[in-house]
T-cell receptor, first 110, second 114 residues
Framework: QKEVEQDPGPLSVPEGAIVSLNCTYS??????FMWYRQYSRKGPELLMY????GNKEDGRFTAQVDKSSKYISLFIRDSQPSDSATYLC??????????FGAGTILRVKS | NAGVTQTPKFQVLKTGQSMTLQCAQD?????MYWYRQDPGMGLRLIYY???????DKGEVPNGYNVSRLNKREFSLRLESAAPSQTSVYFC?????????????FGDGTRLSIL
């Protein structure tokens, strides 16, 4: 079993839709949670970074962490074609390596 | 404002050939990393360097060697390339190798081994 599970998609939505991207994990020691966005033929870029449970909002993006369920989500409001990319969740146990999900491909259609 | 720069961007090798992938960062970061990305597998850590002068194995180090040349540069070497090493290789850096320091990535080297 992988430590971090992420649906590969692709997830196709119309422009303006609310997008929900999710990851589940098995290691209860994970404390820091991240979302990276990766455009085609580019490196991952950090989108959101949260510590422990709760919500964090940044513009159209909201990251949510539920440690009791070992579940994290990224919501994108008013999705745009420029949001089309692969979204990678990542998490870290304090002092240890960063563990990535395999990524979800998102396609926003205009 | 380059961030993390990787060279080359693409390379095709024959089985058994050797190759060095180069990485340089201009953010004055202490820690640097090499990952490989394969379909359905996510990013997996090959080696990392927590600070200048130190290197450590990651999750998938077999078949690779690294050199932290100075604070800016961290190279990855394939001594005898194998088809299983066909992948996209990413270099990353962070200020420190601690949980609260996000990693910044280069745009990758796409390596095919025939």
């Amino acid at each position: 079993q992988k430590e971090v599970e992420q649906d590969p998609g692709p997830l196709s939505v119309p422009e303006g839709a609310i997008v929900s991207l999710n990851c589940t994990y098995s290691n209860s020691a994970f404390q820091y949670f991240m979302w990276y966005r990766q455009y085609s033929r580019k490196g991952p870029e950090l989108l959101m970074y949260t510590y422990s449970s709760g919500n964090k909002e940044d513009g159209r993006f909201t990251a949510q962490v539920d440690k009791s369920s070992k579940y994290i989500s990224l919501f994108i409001r008013d999705s745009q074609p420029s949001d089309s990319a692969t979204y990678l969740c990542a998490m870290i146990e304090y002092g240890n390596k960063l563990v990535f999900g395999a990524g979800t491909i998102l396609r926003v259609k205009s | 404002n380059a961030g993390v720069t990787q060279t080359p961007k693409f390379q095709v090798l024959k089985t058994g050939q050797s190759m060095t992938l180069q990485c340089a960062q201009d953010m004055n970061h202490n820690s640097m990393y090499w990952y490989r990305q394969d379909p359905g597998m996510g990013l997996r850590l090959i080696y990392y360097s927590a600070s200048e002068g130190t290197t450590d194995k990651g999750e998938v180090p077999n078949g690779y060697n690294v050199s932290r040349l100075n604070k800016r540069e961290f190279s990855l070497r394939l001594e005898s390339a194998a088809p299983s090493q066909t992948s996209v290789y990413f270099c990353a850096s962070s200020e420190f190798r601690t949980a609260d320091q996000p990693q910044h990535f280069g745009d990758g080297t796409r390596l095919s081994i025939l």
